[in-house]
């Protein structure tokens, strides 16, 4: 079937398709994957049983027709709520960002998040639908496993200091491509972020005891504080102080 008969019956599928939300209950299905779809103001209209669960509630009612900013403890909530009006002034789509999730519990969760806007007919933004789904056990069946394993080590032990890419290469006898490929596949993350996720997690433990932000900052292998500061928030959503201060409440 050629392109334009594949867009054909499209068209003609969805034309047929009572409830352009059909996905709703599949992705009910999915414990570890948040699922919705917000309006132009950023409210959910749609969401999953997951997302449901996350944010401590017990009916999808609680949500619906609510931002981030009125569901999410500051200011978590206000951090994602700017996220949302980003894509819906027409910024570029948020594809597998890690970000690291403070559950109601308190329990942090490492998830991918993607977002990406909903257009109309003419084009113009209605909306926005997004997934974040929680980081995967790492595949110790791949064949290439334990040469990445050596590499993923090198992080855990060094990450500390500079890890430049061709060095963790070497320590997988690998190429920098080669890497890149096997970190995907079995981590399902690139060799960076885990990086950056081996780091923060080292700070959001240290971020619960007596360290100034600057010597954590230090420890965790950034060169001054304001870059762990931008590289915290761009993770988590907010500056290490103020998830300081939501954790030790």
Not at 70 to 94: H, K, M, N, T, W
Not at 117 to 145: C, Q
Not at 167 to 177: D, I, K
Request: glycine share 6%; net charge positive.
């Amino acid at each position: 079937m050629d392109t334009a008969k594949r867009g054909g019956a499209r068209l003609a599928l969805g034309a047929h398709i009572a409830d352009v939300f059909f996905a709703e209950p599949l992705f009910d299905a999915l414990p570890d994957v948040v699922f919705f779809v917000k309006d132009a103001q950023g409210r959910y209209v749609v969401v999953n049983q997951t997302l449901v669960k996350r944010c401590g509630l017990k009916h999808k009612d609680a949500l619906l027709g609510r931002t981030s900013a009125e569901v999410f403890a500051r200011p978590f909530g206000q951090s994602y709520l700017a996220q949302d009006e980003a894509v819906l002034a027409g910024g570029a789509e948020i594809a597998d960002q890690l970000e690291l999730h403070l559950y109601p519990n308190r329990d942090p969760g490492w998830c991918l998040t993607r977002k990406t806007a909903l257009r109309d007919a003419s084009g113009a933004i209605v909306g926005l639908t997004g997934i974040s789904r929680d980081l995967a056990m790492e595949d110790r069946k791949n064949s290439a496993y334990h040469k990445v394993a050596a590499a993923a080590r090198l992080i855990q032990e060094r990450y500390d200091q500079p890890l430049p890419l061709p060095e963790l290469a070497r320590t997988a006898n690998m190429s920098v491509a080669q890497l890149e490929r096997y970190f995907l596949r079995i981590y399902q993350l690139t060799p960076r972020q885990v990086i950056i996720k081996t780091r923060l997690d080292a700070a959001s433990r240290m971020l619960a005891g007596e360290a100034s932000v600057a010597d954590i900052a230090l420890a965790c292998g950034y060169g001054d504080h304001s870059a762990f500061t931008r590289q915290f928030r761009a993770t988590v959503g907010v500056t290490p102080t103020q998830y300081r201060r939501v954790t030790l409440r």
